[in-house]
């Protein structure tokens, strides 16, 4: 599959509606950021997918990720086919969320409908939330490459292995600039509480070598692998670290003490002064 040219630093970030919102995004393109990723677990809809393409001018803007459980693929290519016809090259459609017993057969189903719509998503266009071996495998051979998340740079090296050359690989990396230890660690731990309790996030920590323990108390250790915490320079550190191991791009996940509902819109511009040329 063709790798996308993405660019080295995108922001992933949940979607949210108003001219605020917007006008964010529209500055994350002016800062000089190569994609704009909206979290899925938080889309309402796929207009607000829309409306970021429609605020921004260049900028591509990919889902990470659209739930294959939430939005059925007639929903997901008539957004695609819409955005096409306007801002051609625009959206990446960002796919996971499979659940039940068998999600590799749920997503790979899904990807077949797509497939045999008559105006679906092209291969070549979409990636796939992939974490475990299999559903990367189904990422290189199907999609254009994955986009995975709460990872090591170790675990990129493993993943660019199992994918080849040719798939695009897409790490969202959680980051916070906050230098003091204690206060780094628990603002850390409030989406890592939530994220560990998914099955398929709890089974990847123990792929990447952390224990049942260190997994259910979100030891110092797993807190300190997942989130690039620290001054810039400590962010900018992980990041090439990911790159080294073979990340296409690393799409950051700003974490901050502020309001759940407020932009971190002042350490973007400090990550972009420090990170983008």
Known sequence: MTNLELGPIGVALGPADGEAFLAAMAELEELRYSTI?????QLANLEQVAAVVRATRRVPVGTGIISVSRFGTDAVAAAYAE???TDPGRFIVGLGGARGAKPLRIMAGYLDQLDSA??????????LAALGPRMLDLARDRAAGALPV????DYTAQARSALGGESTLII???VLLETDTQRARQIARQPLGFLGRVPAYAANFRRMGFADDEIAHLSDRLVDALVAWGDVDAVAARIFAHRQAGADQVALSVLSAGPPDSLPVDQWRQLASALLP
């Open 118 to 127: 008559q105006s679906g998503v092209p291969a070549g266009r979409r990636v």
């Open 83 to 85: 955005l096409e016809a």
């Open 172 to 174: 969202q990396q959680l």
């Open 37 to 41: 990723w909206l979290s899925g677990g």
């Open 150 to 153: 709460l990872v090591t740079p």
